[in-house]
């Protein structure tokens, strides 16, 4: 069966630092991956998406870039942390037959 | 753009009740989705539907997508504490994974034992 799985799940750190979220996803071969945000437990800001290596859609202009060096796996990244950052951020995976999205367990950001 | 309106935005009830809470589209979907979120964890899906009209149920949940293709509702029956948590309706207008999945801004559901 088919897993994802998103790592840190808790990050504290100061304005200015880099970031760096991991997410990697099995049992599935090239599939679209998506990170989205979500803050203030409310709705889901969909940031970048992937429909193979090296391809990637960016949503919105931010802070944020993201890369798939590896077919199951996708980086969501910034050279220098703003406070707007801070959020819950969540790396997700869908089938191509149905369009189903798969969510991970989330990353929790704090920039202080 | 396409928008997603999910009501009510928050419920407060009583365990044992029954919940309803329903997603209208400004546009045509052929996907409607349903998910649940716990506090601190990522959103699980509950029910797909790909079909106008089609009615599936999931254990106490049942999910209808509607004829319209616009909109869709999920119901809870006979509510438990466990229910509590954040629920979003997301629909796609292409197939498959053609389109941009849209997501609704959640019903948040508090049970009360």
């Known amino acids: 069966s088919q897993t994802i799985h998103q790592w840190p799940a808790t990050l504290v750190q100061p304005v200015g630092s880099p970031l760096s979220l991991e997410c990697t996803v099995e049992?599935?071969?090239?599939?679209?991956l998506y990170w989205y945000r979500q803050a203030a437990g409310r709705g889901l800001q969909l940031l970048f998406y992937?429909?193979?290596?090296?391809?990637i859609s960016s949503e919105v202009p931010q802070n944020l870039s993201a890369s798939r060096p590896q077919d199951r796996q996708f980086i969501l990244s910034s050279k220098k942390l703003l406070l707007s950052d801070s959020g819950f951020y969540l790396c997700?995976?869908?089938?191509?037959?149905?369009?189903?999205?798969?969510f991970g367990e989330g990353s929790r950001l704090t920039v202080l | 753009g396409q928008q997603l309106n999910q009501s009510p935005q928050s419920m407060f009830i009583q365990e044992g009740e029954d919940v309803s809470m329903n997603c209208t589209s400004s546009?045509?979907?052929?996907?409607w989705l349903w998910y649940k979120q716990d506090p601190g964890e990522g959103p699980v899906l509950l029910i797909a539907?790909?079909?106008?009209?089609e009615l599936t149920s999931n254990g106490r949940l049942t999910a209808q997508f509607g004829i319209t293709r616009k909109d869709s509702f999920l119901n809870i029956s006979a509510s438990i504490p466990s229910d509590v948590g954040i629920y979003f309706c997301?629909?796609?207008?292409?197939?498959?994974?053609?389109?941009?999945?849209?997501f609704g801004q959640g019903t948040t559901l508090q049970v009360k034992p």
């Open positions: 546009s045509i979907f052929n996907t």
């Open positions: 997301a629909g796609r207008s292409g197939s498959g994974n053609t389109g941009k999945l849209i």
């Open positions: 539907l790909y079909k106008a009209g």
């Open positions: 049992g599935t071969s090239n599939p679209n």
């Open positions: 997700a995976w869908s089938v191509r037959s149905t369009g189903e999205l798969f």
């Open positions: 992937s429909v193979g290596i090296g391809q």
